[in-house]
Nanobody
Framework: QVQLVESGGGSVQAGGSLRLSCAAS????????MGWFRQGPGKGREGVAS??????????NYADSVKGRFTISKDNTKNILYLQMNSLKPEDTAMYYC????????????????????WGQGTQVTVSS
């Protein structure tokens, strides 16, 4: 079955780095765009980064709050989605989820949750000051 499994979360001090991974299985990974979302304590879920694919090229998109600090990448040979997070801030503390776009092929970048139909279980990131 289609499955996404996140890993790599943990506790880090402000200014530190973490790399999240999302292992995908059960479908042709290269055919779908994907995204990272997060939900902080007492907050709604928000999009962090997304990547869509057109042929061999991946097109990343970032929320303003993480631009210049986070990098999304997609390894189609390993079926893994990554989120490299640098210069972490306490406000980055959240449960992080990866998700797969509902539609196959190249799509406009979006953080609209209804456009994603497969979600992982999440991995916790805690940033202390």
């Amino acid at each position: 079955q289609v499955q996404l499994v996140e890993s790599g979360g943990g506790s880090v001090q402000a200014g530190g780095s973490l790399r999240l991974s999302c292992a995908a299985s059960g479908y042709t990974f290269s055919n779908y765009g994907m995204g990272w979302f997060r939900q902080g304590p007492g907050k709604g879920r928000e999009g962090v980064a997304s990547v869509v694919t057109n042929g061999p090229t991946n097109y990343p998109n970032y929320a303003d709050s993480v631009k210049g600090r986070f990098t999304i990448s997609k390894d189609n040979t390993k079926n893994i989605l990554y989120l490299q997070m640098n210069s972490l801030k306490p406000e980055d503390t959240a449960m992080y989820y990866c998700a797969r776009l509902r539609s196959i092929g190249y799509r406009p970048a979006t953080f609209r949750e209804s456009e994603y139909n497969v979600w992982g279980q999440g991995t916790q990131v805690t940033v202390s000051s």
